[in-house]
């Protein structure tokens, strides 16, 4: 049939259309690569994982410069490229790190940016928005905190030495239900992206390191375990 027929009898109209149309040109590409000798089909491989490589960096530098939809859009088209491209190069036994490499970048960067549009969608840009400033905020008071409770906390505890007493400690418990409060919001932001994640595996894979254990309350536990130590040695005494 003639090029133009496979397009005229394509259903639908807009993103339906765009997607059946991007599907008839990846088979075309398919068909015309298979008809290429082994070595012009190695380069024509290369050049392509090289032009979507390029592509693919040049997308990620621009992507504020788009709205969230049109920037999902975008990197789910460079996406299924980068997937067809490499498909294509595993089959020739072709091992392309830089493509591998690009892929990856792409897709986590995609998932990044599925997780915020579907967030705006459910609670609105405000919502967002707030939430955003309200995890900044909290990142630089919780770098505060680790600055100063070391010192502080010393300080009180010398001063209480010094003065013979024991028990309570004001500083100590103040930071210990700051870090508690703190890491609750860390824990919120972590679950409610996951559970809007296409794929939570991959989301909790990339982001355990960076997401889940901040939002772990360390000092809260820290300061628990000693408050019940305490009170068990004091129990134990009575």
Request: with cysteine.
């Amino acid at each position: 049939p003639a090029a133009g027929d496979d397009e005229d009898s394509l259903p639908g109209d807009g993103p339906a259309r765009v997607e059946a149309l991007r599907r008839v040109a990846g088979d075309r590409w398919r068909g015309a690569l298979e008809g290429l000798e082994p070595e012009q089909r190695d380069g024509a491989l290369a050049h392509a994982a090289d032009d979507l490589g390029n592509t693919a960096r040049e997308t990620l530098t621009f992507l504020d410069d788009l709205s969230l939809s049109d920037s999902v859009r975008s990197l789910e088209i460079l996406d299924d490229d980068l997937r067809r491209v490499r498909e294509a190069a595993d089959e020739r036994g072709l091992v392309r790190r830089s493509l591998q490499r690009d892929r990856r970048a792409v897709a986590a960067e995609l998932q990044e940016r599925r997780i915020a549009w579907r967030m705006e969608q459910l609670f609105g840009h405000g919502f967002v928005a707030a939430l955003e400033r309200t995890i900044l905020v909290l990142l630089l008071l919780f770098v505060g905190m680790l600055l100063l409770e070391g010192p502080l906390i010393e300080r009180e505890n010398a001063r209480m030495a010094a003065a013979g007493q024991t028990g309570h400690r004001p500083a100590a418990t103040v930071f210990a239900w700051a870090d508690l409060g703190i890491c609750l919001v860390f824990l919120f932001d972590f679950c409610l992206k996951l559970a809007l994640a296409k794929r939570r595996g991959l989301y909790l894979w990339r982001n355990w390191l960076t997401g889940l254990v901040p939002a772990i309350p360390f000092g809260f536990l820290g300061y628990a375990v000693s408050w019940l130590a305490a009170a068990s040695e004091v129990e134990g005494l009575t």
